[in-house]
């Protein structure tokens, strides 16, 4: 039976090698037939390369397609040198990086083709085909950037007929001379000069391997950047392959790596929107290939409203300025976001792309930087997407957040004091009870970092990734301290998750290409709306209400440092204040500003009075081409669901409605406006009364086994105890036993004089409304066809002319709502028939 089971086993197992074998024999079958196909290929003559170049310029333009803000050929800079002028570190470098087979090759590589055909089998079309030196000339030169395997076998082809017809000398000078090296930058002599100021000659081994570590995408690996990390990864990876294949000792290798190169600062080559430009080239180069993108003749055309970053750029430069004087903040980056497209109207990556002395190249649009009290609104959102509501009270007391440590922020045996956390606000004060909406619109830490243990770091995360965030790929490592901007973000992605909120919910992912067309005018790309709802669209609203409620701002920040009428805004700043943000937005406009030092260090401020002045300046510009449109209101969440606690009574859980006119207890026939309601006292913090993972729940039977009650519980009543005399205390004993019976029969019946049946829209009519009833009357409204017109103060007469409403001919309803000094209300409606003229 076993002996059975073994054969049946080897009948069925799989014949690896011999389909290894097959491949393999395919493979050099089609090398075959490629050297064969060779000698039938014209080659083209060597003077062509340049000319090919040069006459298919890609450009790119904003979003109009009449400004153009790069041409990739317009200002090259190319010096053409022999190989001997260029020195051996620059040629060692760039040989070990990119072929280091070179000088032996035919041109290709024939175990290269092999795992290239074997991998493209396997994934059944192009993926994947190892280039020579010879063969990248003949993609930059010879031929178009189709992915395609017969685009791949002429490489091959036209590879073996330039290494027969020119020397491996000419070959190389060829290719070092025509490289793209970033911009407008082309050969490695002109990258010298230009990254270096020295001829390529003079270049030292790191130099050399810096420049050699920027070909295979020279706008992602830029030394003016975002991805300078990267760069000097790629520049050891080339030193190690410099030693590996015997072109530097282990000692030239070890002072080679640890030099601290100094680049030249870049200049002005005429680009427009800088940081923008290379933003966009950094995608192309990844998407089509730096080769294609250089010389394949292209027009992109963004989505940048140039005007807008004209203004963008003139504002950041003239505030970081006086920012650098007056705070000590060298630097801004500014991003405007359209929130119903996901469309980049704006991205200024520093005050000055070309100065080098705050290294302005370095984009800090698209760099990770801390954001403070600006990554509150997700915390916020979380919470009102699980049942709290702005009204919702925590206590802004202080509070020790460490499970190692006592509730007064002392280490527990075996811990020290730095195992302990109890953030302070930024003015050092503790306000006590505060709401939601106000502890948000005040910035107060300690309220916000108790909303997120409630609603989970994990929560919190999910939330601002869905919203559009793309770090924070470890929260729990940073933890509570997450909601005060203890983890890292981009201020593109802050711009564009704060766009979520604008658009009620709803996400368009982040672009900046309209279109792409090649030189023929074929479409390879254009903007297709993707929106996606990432958060309910209520809470969405509410973030709105809460972010644009200027009142609730005004302890903290004032009637004037950001505030726009209707438009929503929070702030920002990082622990000893490296990093300032304002971000706010309106439905038609997202934007975001950082402002600080590229280097890290400390300004003399933070927040608002830093980034504000940008913020607003730049807002109010933005304002007159994209007009603010009024946020929808959310809709009020029914109170009468909630816990106290939850809807802003923290007094105690127990409440009774009373009738503040018979000072009984209501009823359900009570009017609204007589109803007030006593709190039976007992004050706890909110761990008392709600389960954090079940908030509308049931009140938890055990708070204790909460690990937290115990920390912030002692704080509650330590405030309390000094507090109490403040408020008052309601027992039992103070709510009326007896119900009010007398509601519902206390309305004034009203009476209407002085408004015909019938009359001229250019008539006056004296109306007056009285009542005959036990209780008078405190206010009446007046409504035309159900829509409020006036309230009428005591007399209550008015005199009406239906022109002045422009109401037109014909029957109109005209309605009075009257409220009585026992809050009853009644009604007296009358049908009026309107003529025009006599």
């Known amino acids: 039976m076993m002996d059975g089971m073994k054969d049946h086993t080897q009948h069925n197992r799989i014949p690896w090698k011999k389909i290894l074998l097959g491949v393999l024999a395919l493979g050099l079958l089609a090398i075959g037939a490629v050297l064969v196909w060779a000698s039938f290929i014209k080659l083209p003559d060597i003077s062509t390369f340049e000319a090919r170049q040069v006459a298919n310029s890609s450009k790119i333009t904003d979003r109009t397609g009449q400004i153009v803000l790069y041409d990739a050929h317009k200002s090259v800079k190319r010096t053409q040198i022999p190989l001997a002028s260029m020195g051996d570190p620059i040629q060692k470098a760039v040989i070990s990086i990119e072929d280091q087979d070179f000088y032996n090759n035919s041109g290709i590589r024939p175990t290269s083709i092999l795992r290239a055909i074997f991998t493209n089998i396997i994934h059944l079309g192009y993926v994947q085909g190892g280039s020579t030196i010879t063969q ?287 953030p302070a606000n930024f003015d050092n004060k503790f306000k006590g009870p505060i709401s939601l909406r106000s502890a948000i619109a005040e910035s107060r830490n300690v309220p916000s970092v108790k909303l997120l243990y409630l609603v989970g770091v994990q929560s919190a995360v999910d939330t601002a990734h869905a919203l559009g965030i793309t770090t924070l790929t470890n929260p729990q490592e940073i933890g509570l301290s997450l909601v005060l901007g203890g983890g890292e973000v981009k201020l593109l992605d802050m711009t564009s998750a704060y766009g979520v909120f604008a658009n009620a919910g709803i996400r368009n992912p982040t672009t900046g290409i309209l279109e792409v067309q090649d030189h023929e005018g074929n479409i390879l790309e254009q903007y297709q709306p993707n929106p996606t709802g990432v958060m309910d669209k209520n809470v969405a609203l509410t973030m709105d209400d809460v972010l644009a409620d200027a009142t609730a701002r005004i302890p903290t920040f004032g009637t004037t440092l950001i505030t726009i009428p209707g438009v929503a805004v929070k702030t920002g700043t990082t622990n000893n ?102 709190v039976i006292t007992d004050v706890h913090d909110i761990l008392y009364w709600v389960n954090k993972t079940d908030p509308k729940g049931p009140v938890p039977s055990n708070p204790a086994s909460d690990p937290q009650f115990r920390l912030w519980e002692p704080s509650v009543q330590t405030w309390w105890a000094a507090n109490a005399h403040n408020y008052p205390n309601v027992t039992t004993a103070d709510i009326p036993a007896g119900s009010d019976t007398t509601s519902g029969t206390t309305a004034s019946p009203l009476t209407l004089s002085g408004l015909p049946d019938r009359m001229n829209l250019a008539d006056n009519a004296e109306v007056t409304v009285s009542t005959t009833g036990q209780y008078p009357l405190t206010s009446v409204d007046v409504l035309i066809d159900n829509s409020y017109i006036a309230t009428l103060p005591d007399p209550f007469h008015f005199v009406f002319t239906p022109d002045d409403y422009k109401l037109k001919a014909g029957s109109h309803s005209i309605t009075f709502n009257a409220t009585n000094s026992v809050f009853a209300k009644s009604t007296i409606n009358k049908l009026v028939t309107f003529v025009q003229g006599t």
Not at 400 to 416: D, I, K, R, V
């Open 136 to 422: 990248q000339i003949v993609k930059n030169t010879l031929l178009n950037g189709d992915k395609s395997v017969t685009r791949k076998l002429k490489e091959w082809v036209l590879a073996i007929r330039l290494t027969r017809q020119f020397s491996k000398d000419q070959i190389l000078e060829i290719y070092l001379n025509d490289a793209p090296l970033g911009g407008t930058v082309y050969g490695v002599e002109q990258a010298s000069q230009s990254y270096f100021g020295i001829p390529s000659a003079q270049l030292d081994t790191a130099q050399a391997a810096y420049i050699a570590a920027m070909l295979p995408a020279p706008t992602y690996y830029s030394p003016f950047g975002s991805h300078k990390k990267e760069l000097d990864n790629r520049k050891n990876l080339v030193l190690s392959k410099m030693k590996q294949y015997g072109y530097i000792t282990q000692e030239q290798y070890d002072t080679a790596k640890a030099e601290e190169v100094v680049f030249k600062p870049s200049s002005n080559t005429g680009v427009k929107a800088p940081h923008f430009v290379f933003y966009i080239l950094d995608q192309l180069e990844q998407k089509y290939g730096k080769d294609v993108l250089d010389n394949g003749g292209y027009t992109i055309k963004t989505t940048l409203d140039y005007d807008l970053q004209q203004k963008a750029e003139e504002i950041v430069a003239k505030q970081a300025a006086a920012n650098e004087k007056q705070y000590a903040a060298s630097n801004s980056a500014l991003v405007a976001i359209d929130p119903a497209t996901g469309q980049i109207l704006t991205m200024v990556g520093s005050r000055n792309y070309f100065d080098k002395n705050i290294d302005g190249a370095y984009n800090v649009a698209t760099a990770q930087r801390q954001p403070g009290s600006a990554f509150k609104p997700f915390v916020y959102a979380t919470g009102f997407a699980e049942g709290y509501t702005p009204e919702t009270v925590v206590f802004d007391v202080p509070t020790e957040f460490s499970t190692n440590c006592t509730a007064n922020q002392q280490p527990l045996p075996g811990y020290t004091a730095k195992d302990c956390y109890n």
């Open 577 to 678: 204040d490296r990093d300032a943000w304002t971000v706010g937005y309106t439905p038609n406009i997202s934007v975001g500003v950082w402002s600080g030092n590229n280097d890290n260090k400390s300004m003399k401020s933070g927040g608002s009075a830093i980034s504000g002045p940008t913020w607003k300046q730049f807002m109010q510009y933005a304002l007159t081409k994209y007009p603010e449109t009024p946020f929808e209101q959310p809709v009020p969440v029914d109170q009468s669901t909630l816990k106290p606690i939850l809807r802003g009574v923290w007094m105690g859980n127990e409440t009774v409605k009373i009738d503040r006119v018979t000072g009984l207890r209501a009823t359900a026939s009570t009017p609204q406006d007589a109803i007030i309601e006593k």
